[in-house]
């Protein structure tokens, strides 16, 4: 049995025609929570979103020491305490959002939480039990703001056979597709996130995959290269400054993750530390900057194969809108450009959408689709059995 | 601010006339899942509840003893794969339940969950974070018998500064209240728990308060005289051959937890396996079934006290509705008739409540208040700032 999913919109007496909320985000780099206030025109599979305010609160270094041990070695105690810890630490980001931006109402919360766990495939006394958890808990936020909130949106579409990721492909298929060309949402974060919308598609038609790093080792290695002074290469600057090593790019684009088709995921666990480790073991005479620039190329290289091998002989596409940190990255995008000639390359700023809090505009707008009662997950991009809701409520 | 809570019968397509709900539990005592299937007619404070089909689905052995060890020492890896195999595990106790009852259709279920911690006073980095939490993925559950589940009872009422629990009182007051005399709802498990119910009261005159031990010391005792051959004093028989030692009643009966005013709450640490070793220590020449005689006149004393130091001044109470597993001892039932020559005893059964699963039977009108948008907790029954709503709705 399944019941037809109910339209909550007219339940919590919101407009179909328009309404405000805020998306909450913490992101598994674990530096701290994205907050973004929208406005959302419409119903169904024609929204209008507009990013009215963003805010980013970074965790303090004890949060952050924290949640990492947390993760380490928690206990259920722990894990308690700390769900209720950022319940109000969540509240407060949007508590500071709402006081630079002073919108005229806002409707409800759209919270992703803190990841701390993320198992698909697991068993328990021989029970397959494919499980997630994202942190800060809702009734919290919900009782702090005195407004509705949707949360935890991984686990429904676990319970129904999927990965419970990705999530975003939906809102880059409202937020971004074409009736008239074929394009593809790039997110550039620690991993680079890819989305195909192709022309005049349906939900079922959405296909996304991680091409492979975005950011991770090039963070990493811009990093060590300042002594700590710099997290990330700024602008793509110490990038440009590098000569690529072609053995060494050569070598990183034989990578057997690169090989696998899609659909496919990774992570810092693939692209992180020990590759780098592995990858100053082989070049040890490489100067930093040198490494870098072949990185950077290796991200650019490998996001343009991704498109040539799987997507672009079905799919000629035009555009190829990006958000992430890397949009910043000009080098990135210099060398991107230059191995996608054919295709236009955008920050999706140009489409209304700010390339710094996408996750977190994304999950208001999931909490508005989990409000109409519309799926977020589908066959084709979690692995769902059917289409699936995503979210549960919590009342104020 | 604080928006009007909504009305989710309605979006749910539910008839405000008739209901038909299952509820879910599990207790501390770590014994298995109960579950009741209900019958709710009509909304607000004068519904009417009718328990169709009960069923107890015992914990096996391993899953006792894993749960045990996730509460011992249980990493965050370990909880989020109990959260779901309790999600599978309580969707089939409920499957098993309509096996038997088979009613015309199931309109929603309330699910307590199983208990892994619970700290109403606790801090992170100097934030006051009181905390709660039950597993058993609702949205397993909703996934499995494709109807809505409404779940996470506490979390809200801590977030509104109330202690969490307890959450029965309500639904005394809602199935067992008088217009016309003052009564006592008991509640007989491990602790004793007394709800009064004023004549003609409203929620905000519930009063609710542990009385001190019901079972939990009998229970052990009984395990112990039997070596090991029955967990519970069945109907009383071993109490009723031992003798009353009436020094080591008066020394019980001092016992500071008793002096206390309510409201107050107390459990196993304080009246269990440490009180029967202190009380071997004591009298070492004690039969064991001169203990569990004594220990039934202690609970059946300690619970008469309770209700003449702090209800009968007040409310001269003519009835005493007695639930639980307590229920079924005939020793502890004609102990405190004896202490209580004015009041009449009644198990709930006699208002068509099932005593063995009236907190199943209880999370489920639970799960319909929630749905029709009315509040749980008061803050006359868990110190909740404010009548709080109880639950978060989980869907199919």
Redesign the interface.
Known sequence: ????????L????LNPEVRHAIGLMAGTSMDGVDAALVRITGVGDTIQVETLATHHSPY?P??RA?LMR??R?????D???????L??RFAQTAQELLHHARPPRVDFVGSHGQT??H?PH????D?P?????QIG????I???????VVA?FR??D???GGQGAPLVPIVDWLLLRSDTEHRVALNLGGMANLTLLPAASTPYQILAFDTGPANALIDLAAFHATQGGQTYDRDGALAERGQVHTELLEWLMRHPYLQLPPPKSTGREVFGEPLLEEIRAREPKLSWLDIIATLTEFTAASIADALQRWILPQYPVTRLIISGGGVHNLSLLRRLQQRLPTIALHSCAEFGVDPDFKEAIAFAVLADRFLQGLPATYPNTTGTRTPT?AG?????
Do not use: F
Not at 1 to 8: A, V
Not at 142 to 148: E, F, M, Q, T, V
């Open positions: 049995m399944r019941m037809h999913s109910p339209n909550l007219a339940t919590l007496q303090t004890q949060e924290g947390l993760i070695e928690g206990t259920v105690a894990l308690c305490a700390w769900d209720a810890y319940g109000e701390v766990w198992a697991t068993r328990v006394l029970t039990v494919a499980n997630t958890l808990q809702p009734d919290i919900a009782a702090r703001l005195g407004i509705p935890d686990t429904r676990m319970a129904h809701l549960k409520l919590a009342l104020p």
